[in-house]
């Protein structure tokens, strides 16, 4: 199978470690700042973006990546996509049913679920090995502790997080057994399948984010106020700007991601999350002033967020390790091979 690069895991992670704090950023100017208010219409531009990006950059004219020969199954294209645009719309409305703490929670039920899927769905070459679980752990056990936030919930809050869970982790996996049962890269498959991702994530868009599905049912559009129309909504420049420097770093963020997925699987992609999520945690309470936590919340946290690192980068010395394992494995039957070769052809000369 092809790769994108020879970046090593390391690498991609950091990749798109860094990339996503700067996305955060800006996705926090965007939302609390110049108070925009389509969540969902985001993302289906970070995708739309991600392909025509990705178009320019195959075209002839720049040759950065090549597009497969085959292409890729449109079944499980659209698939994916379905995986994926199900995948956001839920995480959104989990957010907004749920306390923040039960969000954070949920998100830290995608690592157990990213690592249980294989096993019930027989994909043998994503099961993580002992030592890659035992590190795992480790990451889920400080994510949690890191939480500060009050965790409440309800029946449907319950309902739409693990919703969210299973799709998540679902999406991650095929994203990562995808690149390898049609032999492409993490570059070909984003670029494949971020048009289908993107209109259906527009789709959602048009049912969530407007009055048209009131307004084809028959029932009373709410006021602007309760819920704004992306059709009438009054759009600034600076919006406008943000949304785009948003949509590039959006696409080196999905770029990072379907890399890491395609040379790992879903379970160090959780990892890199996990570990992520702590960092801007960190980062934004460096930065953005806060009210003083209680002692215990505090020291709670400060545990969680080292064991949560410490656990990622022992992952990733972990994954690292078996990449160079691997790659040393494959150039020695590389030498024996053409050892071999060379021996057969001056037998045949002899003879």
């Not at 057994?177 to 032999?183: C, G, L």
Request: glycine share 6%; hydrophobic share 50%.
């Amino acid at each position: 199978m092809s790769h994108s690069g020879d970046m090593s895991i390391v690498g991609l992670i950091a990749t798109n470690i860094g990339v996503s704090v700067g996305l955060v950023a800006a996705n926090k100017i965007l939302f609390q700042t110049l108070s925009f208010p389509f969540v969902t219409l985001l993302s289906a531009a970070h995708f739309l973006s991600g392909f025509c990006f990705l178009s320019l950059a195959s075209s002839p004219r720049f040759g950065l990546f090549k597009t497969p020969d085959v292409p890729p199954n449109p079944y499980k294209l659209w698939i994916l996509a379905a995986a994926g645009a199900f995948s956001i719309v839920m995480n959104n409305y989990s957010l907004q049913v749920n306390s923040l703490g039960s969000a954070q929670i949920f998100k830290a039920a995608v690592l157990p679920a990213a690592m249980l899927l294989p096993l019930l769905q027989g994909a043998v070459d994503q099961i993580p090995t002992m030592n890659e679980t035992a590190a795992a752990i480790v990451v889920i056990i400080g994510s949690c502790m890191s939480i500060v936030s009050d965790v409440s919930t309800t029946f449907l809050g319950v309902i739409v997080g693990l919703t969210a869970v299973v799709t998540t982790a679902q999406f991650q996996m095929w994203s990562s057994t995808f690149q390898k049962s049609m032999n492409v890269n993490g570059t070909q498959l984003l670029h494949a399948s971020s048009l289908p991702q993107g209109t259906l994530t527009l789709l959602a868009s048009l049912l969530l984010e407007t009055h048209l599905f009131l307004k084809l049912g028959g029932g009373v559009s709410p006021t602007p106020s309760y819920k704004p129309d992306l059709f009438t909504y009054p759009f600034t420049y600076m919006q406008v700007g943000v949304c785009l420097s948003t949509c590039v770093l959006a696409v080196a963020l999905n770029w990072s991601s379907f890399s890491i997925l395609g040379k790992t699987n879903g379970v160090t992609m959780q990892v890199t999350t996990q570990a992520k999520t702590v960092i801007l945690i960190i980062i934004d309470f460096l930065i953005f002033p806060k009210p003083p936590m209680e002692f215990w919340k505090s020291v709670s946290f400060f545990i969680g967020s080292s064991t949560c690192i410490g656990g990622a980068i022992w992952y990733a010395y972990i994954k690292n390790k078996a990449s160079l394992a691997a790659k040393t494995v494959v150039k020695i039957n590389s030498e024996v091979n053409v050892e071999s070769d060379r021996l057969i052809e001056e037998k045949s000369e002899r003879k």
